[in-house]
């Protein structure tokens, strides 16, 4: 059973495999450890923080368990997309800054496919699917921009991406959204028109608002690591992230055509991240605002440095990031910031690119019971 876990989900037939999930363990343990000694400093109680986050977080029952648990699996899908999308571009040794800009391309793409004429007036089982596959091909067409100034020009992924943030979100909110596609005035909408009930996400937990956006992710990630470790394009995607550090001669060598899997690898990770907006826009907002919530792709690089970079990992950082923010809002009750969460987040992080000391001082520890296991054993033969 062991072995199929280690193999179904991270692919990985290493000796100490699962070291890659301990590693991650530990430092989201050490930073709920270091946030504790903060907020003790300040006069309050780690207890009765950490208390209030988790009744809130939707991941234990309480008395509002269903309304707390929906919030927490509507955000966590959100960043779950855009964890993914960076991910994606991590296993083909590129490092994407630019899931930020797929998420805004991604929410603009289905406000505009979800109230203009003649797709507004499609069934629902034409009209939603239709939304998702421009959305993909929007986000995707967004990072193969970067993928193609990285491949045939050599301009580092970090610049090109950084800079397609800023011109998604100036073209968007700066003209789009104020211009041709604001709202009649006689309406009275600030942003785009809303998109109709043909766009809109169906609820599988009424009366929440939680919707098929965490099942769609789901699946996403699922063909995500099939394609990794699977198929032959994955396992060539894999080999240039492993061959980074050596400029990739390996992968040339052996005949793959490093410049189209890269400006391939950042398609998929810009059309993954794009259904982040989508799933804000046609199942939390219902249309592009003028200023959009931001934040999710550059928490998304955080989802997917604690799920290190593993399709199972994304999913399980995301959830937490998700209840994180989810309980936020309770800690005010404690007179704590509700940014506090996002404070454990960043130390995690910080433990996170601190593995490989982590890493050092767990596999120090096992070796040394191992070998007092051994001396035991040893000294009990005599």
Same mark, same amino acid.
């Given at each position: 059973m062991k072995d199929v876990f280690k193999r179904f989900f991270f692919g990985k037939r290493e000796k100490y495999w699962?070291?890659?999930?301990?590693?991650?363990?530990?430092?989201?343990?050490?930073?709920?450890?270091?946030?504790?000694?903060?907020?003790?400093?300040?006069?309050?109680s780690p207890v009765v923080a950490y208390k209030l986050l988790f009744g809130a977080s939707g991941l234990f029952p309480g008395p509002y368990w269903k309304s707390h648990f929906s919030e927490m699996l509507l955000s966590s899908s959100m960043y779950i997309a855009t964890g993914l999308g960076f991910a994606i571009a991590a296993k083909g040794g590129l490092f994407n800054i630019g899931a930020e800009g797929h998420f805004i391309v991604g929410g603009i793409t289905a406000a505009y496919l979800g109230y203009a004429k003649p797709f507004a007036g499609l069934p629902k089982f034409i009209?939603?699917?239709?939304?998702?596959?421009?959305?993909?091909?929007?986000?995707?067409?967004?990072?193969?921009? $970067?993928?193609?100034?990285? $491949?045939?020009?050599?301009?580092?992924?970090?610049?090109?991406?950084?800079?397609?943030?800023?011109i998604a979100l100036y073209l968007i909110e700066a003209w789009l959204v104020i211009g041709p596609m604001k709202a009649a005035v006689e309406t009275g909408i600030s942003g785009t028109p809303y998109i109709s009930l043909s766009a809109k996400l169906p609820k599988i937990l009424p009366p929440t608002r939680l919707n098929i956006s965490i099942i769609?992710?789901?699946?996403?990630?699922?063909?995500?690591?099939?394609?990794?470790?699977?198929?032959?394009?994955?396992?060539?995607?894999?080999?240039?992230?492993?061959?980074?550090?050596?400029?990739?001669?390996?992968?040339? $060598?052996?005949?793959?055509?490093?410049?189209?899997?890269?400006?391939q690898t950042m398609f998929i990770a810009g059309a993954v991240a794009a259904l982040g907006g989508a799933f804000m826009v046609l199942g939390v907002l219902f249309q592009y605002p003028p200023i959009f919530e931001g934040g999710y792709g550059f928490d998304g690089i955080a989802v997917a440095l604690i799920?290190?970079?593993?399709?199972?990992?994304?999913?399980?950082?995301?959830?937490l990031i998700?209840?994180?923010?989810?309980g936020a809002t309770t800690v005010q009750l404690a007179h704590i910031p509700k940014t506090f969460p996002s404070i454990i987040e960043g130390f995690a992080v910080g433990f996170i690119a601190l593995q490989m000391l982590i890493r050092y001082w767990l596999m120090k520890l096992v070796r040394g019971r191992k070998k007092s296991v051994q001396t035991e054993m040893g000294g009990g033969a005599k």
């Open positions: 699962w070291m890659n999930v301990l590693v991650p363990l530990v430092s989201i343990l050490l930073a709920f450890i270091v946030g504790a000694i903060f907020i003790k400093i300040t006069g309050r009209h939603l699917p239709l939304i998702i596959v421009g959305v993909i091909l929007a986000g995707g067409i967004w990072g193969a921009i $970067a993928g193609y100034l990285k $491949a045939k020009r050599g301009i580092h992924e970090v610049i090109t991406t950084i800079m397609l943030n800023w769609i992710i789901l699946a996403v990630t699922f063909l995500i690591w099939y394609l990794f470790y699977k198929t032959t394009f994955g396992y060539e995607i894999r080999t240039m992230g492993h061959t980074l550090i050596f400029g990739m001669e390996a992968p040339k $060598a052996a005949g793959i055509n490093v410049e189209r899997k890269t400006i799920g290190q970079n593993e399709p199972l990992g994304v999913v399980l950082a995301g959830i998700g209840a994180l923010r989810t």
